[in-house]
């Protein structure tokens, strides 16, 4: 297993999230616990030490099941992870309720790691509100030595990871961000990762296999890839590309299954990263995964002829990310803290911004179809 440096701590590169465990009868509520205790025996016995949980994560019940599982074994052999769940706004008052909880749940005295989970547009404004009292409470908490080290994760863009950075960036000790060959520019990895290294703070990778949309590729890149590694599988690719990145100290994996994890820990028995030939090869291949995408380059030419004021390439840039998932969070959560003026129901069809866009999107269509599958 390799390990990276984080402080005083060897950490695995390789962390075990808790997000997709598995499961009986498909059940997302229901962990198979004897499955998931073999995963973290298997886990433990090859030197991954780090692991992951939240208290949304599998309807509540993964902090329980892991908490559980990791308690067999030593407190000072492992490191556990958990996460303030800013997500919902419903919870902004009950920090001390919820981490006390937390703890209760997992079984021990204190959280080797926090985050503030998941920082994003629908929750900064709370994030940053002092009447919460959540960043008083965590760093209390820190003081009295049962949060270890404090950190956050992330899903909001590059100007609301600033803007909590700027409030709190000093008392930052990692990041949690979207790390991926596909998301590197689609959803602006590399600028987030910059704006982190900025602060000196060390990035944590989640979604490294993008929820497994990455574990397998078309036949034509695969043997692309085959050329230049025969032996690499395909998942391995996407962990060498964050081997590459210097910033990266911790990768999180959401594994399902006891071969999975074996896949991973193997792959994390050496450490290989690209050469810049490989490199491009990873952005190549990610492009051509991406180009039927709407290409809005944010000009905002759209924005000044707009009669009802919406920030389309805004608009555009989640469509984009809705349409290449399939679905997901990360658009509607994005959305929820829109006003219902700006949101893309608000489109009248007029076109006004088409005659203006330099790419030649059809945004009226481009809306009217984000309208439904959000409503969908």
Known sequence: MIYRNFQELQLSALGLGAMR???IDGNDADIDYEAAADMVACAMEQGVNYYDTAWGYHNGNSELVMGKALGRYPREKFYIADKFPGYDLANMPKVQEIFEKQLEKCGVDYFDFYLFHNVCELNIDAYLDEKYGIFAYLMEQKRNGRIRH????????CKVMKRFLEAYGEHMEFCQIQVNYVDWAFQDAQAKVELLSSYQIPVWVMEPLRGGRLAKLPEKDTEKLRKLRPDEGIPAWAFRFLQTIPEVT???SGMSDLEQLKENIHT??????????EWDEMLSIA???LSGKLPCTACRYCVSHCPKGLDIPDLLNLYNEHSFTGGGFIAPMALMAVPQEKQPSACIGCRSCE??????IKISEAMSDFTAKISG
Do not use: N, R, W, Y
């Open 150 to 157: 404090l950190g956050f994760s992330a899903h909001g863009s």
């Open 250 to 252: 911790m990768i999180l």
């Open 355 to 360: 005659k203006v866009c330099p790419q030649q």
């Open 21 to 23: 465990l598995p499961l």
């Open 287 to 289: 492009d051509g995964m």
């Open 268 to 277: 994390f028995e050496t450490e290989k990263p690209l050469t810049k030939e």
